[in-house]
């Protein structure tokens, strides 16, 4: 059995959500990825906490393939087109993201539009500090996390 370094959350909502329920969220911190999230009420919750077994649940898991593997991430300055250059429909940002999407790398989606990391050099071009991640499979999947 493969051990991991993980998190717990437990959770109630208010503020217009259903606050009526509990979500648990377990979460695998190498990879940097959620690996369930089981809702329930808040009376099966309090029959689980207080020693009853086998209360009804919700499980959301997540099979994307990521569980067990390394979360990269890194930050690029992508160049990008003056203003007056970009198209309204987007096709700017795939074209600027293109040379840095490799190796399973992804870009986080709105840091290329919201203008916190703009940079211009000495020539004029326009840079947008954006991050992107990756998973990686871990080198030794015998190595086991600290509980």
Not at 20 to 37: H, N, P
């Given at each position: 059995?493969?051990?991991?370094?993980?998190?717990?959350?437990?959770?109630?909502?208010?503020?217009?959500?259903?606050d009526?329920?509990?979500?648990?969220?377990?979460?695998?911190?190498?990879?940097?990825?959620?690996?369930?999230?089981l809702?329930?009420?808040?009376?099966?919750?309090?029959?689980?906490?207080?020693g009853?077994?086998?209360?009804?649940?919700?499980?959301?898991?997540?099979?994307?393939?990521?569980?067990?593997?390394?979360?990269?991430?890194?930050?690029?300055?992508?160049?990008i087109?003056?203003?007056?250059?970009?198209?309204?429909?987007?096709?700017?940002?795939?074209?600027?993201l293109?040379?840095?999407?490799?190796?399973?790398?992804?870009?986080?989606?709105?840091?290329?539009?919201?203008?916190?990391?703009?940079?211009?050099?000495?020539?004029?071009?326009?840079?947008?500090?954006?991050?992107?991640?990756?998973?990686?499979?871990?080198?030794?999947?015998?190595?086991?996390?600290?509980?």
């Open positions: 059995m493969l051990r991991l370094k993980g998190n717990i959350s437990i959770n109630r909502f208010g503020g217009g959500r259903d009526s329920e509990i979500q648990i969220e377990i979460g695998d911190e190498e990879a940097r990825v959620r690996i369930c999230t809702t329930m009420s808040l009376h099966n919750f309090a029959e689980c906490v207080t009853l077994s086998h209360v009804d649940c919700s499980v959301d898991f997540n099979n994307s393939g990521k569980i067990g593997t390394v979360g990269e991430s890194k930050e690029e300055m992508v160049p087109p003056p203003y007056d250059e970009r198209d309204k429909g987007g096709k700017w940002i795939k074209r600027a293109a040379p840095f999407t490799v190796d399973g790398w992804s870009p986080r989606d709105r840091d290329i539009t919201n203008h916190h990391g703009w940079a211009r050099n000495k020539d004029g071009q326009e840079f947008q500090r954006v991050v992107f991640f990756r998973n990686v499979p871990r080198l030794d999947p015998d190595v086991k996390g600290k509980a």
